[in-house]
């Protein structure tokens, strides 16, 4: 493998002063909170999910739950190269290490895409959620939670932890109230949800193919997708060769949990397939209780976008910090975005994250579901390709957690998340790949000729750990 970097590259570049280390603060319960905030429940079943109702019907969460199977997988990959490869970088710092620096940059941009889009697109939700008790158009609702995601985001990350864990309890009851509220009024069997259809938009109802199902499973992976939080917060997890796995495996679990159940709920419950297929969640619940239970579900899924806005933006601004730390931009941009403020947190990273997130509320984002799906799926298949090589090499003998049946998981991943993108639109690949292409050459014409002072993926040694000190070299 040519142009990949050695662990004496990550752990000390050689330009430029030692890399700033975020500072390890919190635990696995802190680390899963977070995670799970960042996953979001209640506002994915609210806001992502009566998409897929809208176009899977019944198959919904048939479809969810091969996401879910799918992520298991994925969240192997996570643990092994989150362990091995600690960094605020996430994906990029562990493709750029295993799989060359090219192909960490297209992991970084696909995970920017994702992490700078999301945040207002679910932002804008509130609106709608909020409406039982004042009406706020989307935009403004969006960019207000946006700017007080921003503001959250510069505490301390074990205040934050508190607060988004605060949130969380509150939307995991209002997902749990709709669960019990869909199976008491169970309309249909257990066999309606492996049968799919869908109301047709002239009365009756139509068949959903297992093509369309393929093709839902880019936003099914996107429903989960959140578990991925925890290798961004591997550098101020205590012990993460430990606490790393069991974040992003906990995490996966509870939150498919959390989801699944109530979409089963749901599509039992739904008084017919037109209520279903419309994906107005708010007015099933007032019809199956009162309208004072559905304004406090409302309320809960309002306060849970709060809370997927303010993990958001934490996790944003430690990618971008990461990016600055190892040289991704011109040096005054660097420099900028790299600095930490009184509580430990990247504050010029985390106001860039968040004040173009509330500006993004009053675009047209018609478009960013499917450009998202696709690039959820080609940053996993990037991951599962980085996890080919985890065990190549120096890296053979790094202490770091393995996950099981290696290397038939990976392969596996490749060959489902290279089909599962042959059968996207053509528009939501194309966007997709355009931004891509612009990246390749932002690559080409000043990173790659600048290799030695920009694009230096660091790995911050951890004193406290042996082990990551004395990683050994791995073959360039």
Not at 187 to 213: F, N
Not at 242 to 248: A, F, G, S
Request: glycine share 8%; with cysteine.
């Amino acid at each position: 493998m040519t142009d990949t970097i050695s662990a004496p590259q990550a752990l000390s570049p050689a330009t430029g002063p030692v890399p700033q280390k975020l500072k390890r603060s919190i635990g696995v319960v802190g680390g899963t909170l977070l995670t799970l905030s960042c996953v979001t429940p209640a506002s994915t079943l609210f806001v992502v999910v009566p998409d897929l109702f809208s176009s899977l019907g019944t198959w919904t969460a048939l479809t969810i739950a091969i996401g879910s199977l799918l992520c298991i997988g994925v969240a192997f990959c996570y643990s092994e190269l989150g362990t091995l490869i600690p960094s605020a970088g996430g994906e990029y710092a562990m493709v750029s290490t295993l799989s060359g620096r090219l192909a960490g940059w297209l992991v970084f941009v696909l995970s920017l895409l994702v992490v700078m889009i999301v945040p207002p697109v679910i932002a804008m939700g509130t609106a709608d959620y909020l409406a039982p008790v004042v009406d706020i158009p989307a935009p403004a609702a969006g960019a207000g939670v946006m700017l007080l995601a921003t503001l959250a985001g510069l505490l301390d990350l074990r205040a934050n932890a508190w607060i988004t864990g605060i949130f969380l309890v509150l939307e995991v009851v209002a997902a749990g109230l709709v669960a019990v509220l869909g199976f008491a009024h169970s309309e249909r069997g257990a066999g309606a949800l492996v049968h799919g259809t869908v109301a047709a938009e002239v009365g009756g109802t139509s068949t959903v193919t297992a093509m369309m199902v393929v093709s839902g499973l880019a936003i099914a992976l996107f429903v989960t997708q959140g578990f991925s939080t925890a290798v961004y917060l591997s550098e101020e997890l205590e012990n993460p060769r430990r606490n790393v796995p069991r974040t992003v495996l906990a995490t996966l679990a509870i939150s498919a949990a959390v989801i699944l159940v109530p979409v089963i709920a749901i599509t039992l419950g739904a008084p017919d397939l037109a209520a279903l297929t419309s994906g107005d969640l708010g007015t099933m619940v007032t019809a199956w209780s009162n309208s004072a239970v559905g304004t406090f579900v409302s309320l809960c899924v309002a306060l849970a976008i709060v809370n997927a806005g303010i993990v958001m933006v934490i996790q944003n601004s430690r990618v971008l910090f990461a990016s600055a730390r190892d040289k991704a931009w011109p040096a005054p941009v660097n420099s900028a975005l790299s600095r930490l403020g009184r509580f430990g947190s990247p504050w010029v990273a985390t106001l860039v994250v968040g004040i173009p997130g509330a500006a993004m509320c009053f675009v047209n984002l018609d478009t960013l579901y499917g450009v998202t799906g696709v690039s959820v799926t080609g940053m996993y298949l990037l991951v599962a390709v980085a996890a080919l090589a985890s065990r190549r090499g120096a890296h053979r003998e790094t202490a770091a957690w393995r996950m099981p049946l290696w290397p038939a998981v990976p392969i596996v991943l490749i060959l489902v998340f290279a089909y599962i993108l042959t059968q996207q639109e053509t528009r939501y690949l194309l966007w997709t790949g355009g931004i891509t292409a612009v990246a390749t050459l932002y690559w080409a014409l000043y990173l790659r000729p600048h290799k030695e002072t920009r694009w230096l993926v660091s790995i911050p040694v951890d004193e406290d750990d042996p082990a990551s000190a004395a990683a050994p070299a791995a073959s360039a």
